[in-house]
């Protein structure tokens, strides 16, 4: 079965825009979480959405935000864009079941120049 | 708060040796802990889990609450071990995961 897609694949913003991240789970996997991935912090968690629903929030700003359709699909939102926030963001989805594995995608590689 | 420490951020080691990759996490509770690897060029995969008890690609990791840690080891390195390995843990079911800062493996030839 097809893999988590994420698109775009890269991504070169000026400061001050803003930016929409789009994440297609693995069908029938209804758990869809973010990560913003840089060389210094490693993964950091940004929120995860499971059934349309927030279930679990990052430390980052309010700037951060997201949201996920009925059909698992999810998007991620960067208002105001910073020089900071230059990095590959992933998506990850997880399936059924108590302890279950998380599914990566490629990532989006953001610049903001 | 859960935290996963991941001490060293570049390990080399020459092809043949043992490998040991460090983590320790901070979790009051029975966490689930992961070990992730990304080779080049390719997406983040999961490697092993503490629950599955099992070796993969040669790796083992033992869960071990005293020292609270959960550290990766191969007996005998391979260059095609090379790759970024990621220590995470969860609390269980659908609870977010946390990560550590991760690894960097070069096993020199």
């Known amino acids: 079965k097809a893999g988590v897609t994420q698109t775009p694949r890269y991504l070169i913003k000026t400061r001050g825009q803003q930016v929409t991240l789009s994440c297609s789970p693995i069908?029938?996997?209804?758990?869809v979480s973010w990560y913003q991935q840089t060389p210094g912090q490693g993964l950091q968690f940004l929120f995860e959405?499971?059934?349309?629903?927030?279930?679990n929030k990052g430390n980052f700003p309010g700037r951060f935000s997201g949201r996920q359709f009925s059909n698992s699909r999810s998007e991620m939102n960067v208002s105001t864009l910073e020089l900071g926030d230059s990095a590959l963001y992933l998506c990850?989805?997880?399936?059924?079941?108590?302890?279950?594995?998380?599914?990566f995608g490629q990532g989006t590689r953001l610049t903001v120049v | 708060a859960q935290r996963v420490t991941q001490p060293e951020k570049l390990l080399s080691v020459f092809k043949g040796a043992p490998v040991e990759l460090k983590c320790n996490y901070s979790?009051?509770?029975?966490?689930?802990l992961f070990w992730y690897v990304q080779y080049s060029r390719q997406r983040l995969q999961l490697l092993l889990r503490?629950?599955s008890r099992e070796s993969i690609k040669g790796f083992t990791a033992d869960l071990n609450k005293g020292e609270t840690s959960f550290h990766l080891k191969k007996p005998f390195a391979q260059e095609e071990d090379s790759a970024m390995y990621y220590c995470?843990?969860?609390?269980?079911?659908?609870?977010?995961?946390?990560f550590g800062t991760g690894t960097k493996l070069q096993v020199i030839p």
């Open positions: 503490h629950i």
């Open positions: 995470a843990l969860s609390e269980g079911g659908y609870q977010k995961v946390t």
């Open positions: 979790y009051s509770g029975s966490p689930e």
């Open positions: 069908s029938g996997h209804r758990s």
């Open positions: 990850a989805s997880r399936g059924q079941g108590d302890r279950s594995e998380a599914f």
């Open positions: 959405y499971f059934s349309e629903t927030q279930r």
